[in-house]
Each structure stands twice: as C-alpha cells, then as structure tokens.
T-cell receptor, first 114, second 111 residues
Framework: DGGITQSPKYLFRKEGQNVTLSCEQN?????MYWYRQDPGQGLRLIYY???????QKGDIAEGYSVSREKKESFPLTVTSAQKNPTAFYLC?????????????FGSGTQLSVL | QKEVEQNSGPLSVPEGAIASLNCTYS??????FFWYRQYSGKSPELIMS????GDKEDGRFTAQLNKASQYVSLLIRDSQPSDSATYLC???????????FGTGTRLKVLA
C-alpha cells in the first residue's frame, strides 16, 4: 500500500535532548512537509522540501532541523533549542508538480517533554 | 506573511441541518483551495478542493469560492453526528509549495 509512514507514534524528550522524527513515503512524491499542531490549533509549517537536497523554512523553523538526502525520506530533528516542543507533528507529501495537488498526511507523532 | 483565517467555533448545528464553514485568505495570487477534515488525534483527510470561482458539489459537501472577496466556504448538507470534527482550510501561497492552514473550525452536530 502506498502512503506515508511516521514513526514513532509517541516520543518523549528529556531536557536538553535532540530527538528525530521519521517520515518515509512510497508515493514517489517530490514535495514533503513538516507541520506542528498544538491542541485546538491549526497546522503550522515547520519546513518543506520540493526536491532532494533542498528545503525551505516554514513559519516556525527555529529549534528544528531537517534533511532530504533521499526522495522518500524527510526526517525532522527537534533540537534542544526548541523550548516548547510538546505538540502533534504531521508529515505530508504531494506530487510536487503543481499546487493544485492535495497533501497526503502521515498518522502523526505526538511529542511530549519528560 | 500570508494568512488564512477561520472562526475557531465550536459551531453547533442540529442533525439534518446545513453547516456553513468559512475561510478568508490574504494572498490574492492563490489559485488552489482545500478543505480537510480532522478527527481528534488523527491526521487531516481531504474533503474538497476548488480552483475556480463558484460552487463545486460532491455528495453532501459544497465548496464555494469567491476570489474577488478572498473567501472560500464549505457547506455540509444533512449534517450527521459523524461530521463532528475540526475542518481546516488550506491555501498554497502563490508561486510556492508552501501550504498555509487556518486554525480550523470545530463542528459539533447534535443528535
């Protein structure tokens, strides 16, 4: 089945620790995205990537880093500089040929601080 | 910064009624508009997309777009308790692949 796989489903971060959220897609999509969602809020864009080895900051990139070394993978690292990381993180992808395309979402990772 | 705005609700409607959800956007160059439904703790799923001014119908759902007023809406006819969810409006910023989401409107359909 084609889709987007996020792991882990739940993640706990200790003070001062970096953690990495995984996102893998087998849809052969060029564009990938990371969003953060706080309780009762909409989705805020952290980073997005239109092609391999290239990515752009979204609206709330501070305290986060990404890489796009392979087309199917777009991991997100939440660094110790992100002081309020507790949130629901969603990875998404789209074909990347036009903005008439919908986003496909993974099932999300809930990150909490210990 | 380009913005997408929605009333956070909750919007409460009785079962069988029409629910009307609204979204305004700031980027006049935007060409595509999407409505997603999100159940609590789950990922968003696409309900409707619309690209041209006017109405687009799909089953019980109708999307309406007015580019001159920078306004897009979603109507849900014959609302069911299973429609109770948060509805998110998404608009790609013109010239980019940056999809901006509104804060979402929480809909409650009362049985």
């Amino acid at each position: 089945d084609g889709g987007i796989t996020q792991s882990p489903k739940y993640l706990f971060r200790k003070e001062g620790q970096n953690v990495t959220l995984s996102c893998e897609q087998n849809l052969n999509h060029d564009a990938m995205y990371w969003y953060r969602q706080d309780p009762g809020q909409g989705l805020r864009l952290i980073y997005y990537s239109q092609i391999v080895n290239d990515f752009q900051k979204g609206d709330i990139a501070e305290g986060y880093s990404v890489s796009r070394e392979k087309k199917e993978s777009f991991p997100l690292t939440v660094t110790s500089a992100q002081k309020n990381p507790t949130a629901f993180y969603l990875c998404a992808s789209s074909q990347g040929s036009s903005t008439n395309e919908k986003l496909f979402f993974g099932s999300g990772t809930q990150l909490s601080v210990l | 910064q380009k913005e997408v705005e929605q009333n956070s609700g909750p919007l409460s409607v009785p079962e069988g009624a029409i629910a009307s959800l609204n979204c305004t956007y700031s980027d006049r160059g935007s060409q595509s508009f999407f409505w997603y439904r999100q159940y609590s703790g789950k990922s968003p799923e696409l309900i409707m997309s619309i690209y041209s001014n006017g109405d687009k119908e799909d089953g019980r759902f109708t999307a309406q777009l007015n580019k001159a007023s920078q306004y897009v809406s979603l109507l849900i006819r014959d609302s069911q308790p299973s429609d109770s969810a948060t509805y998110l409006c998404a608009v790609p910023t013109s010239g980019t692949y940056k999809y901006i989401f509104g804060t979402g409107t929480r809909l409650k359909v009362l049985a």
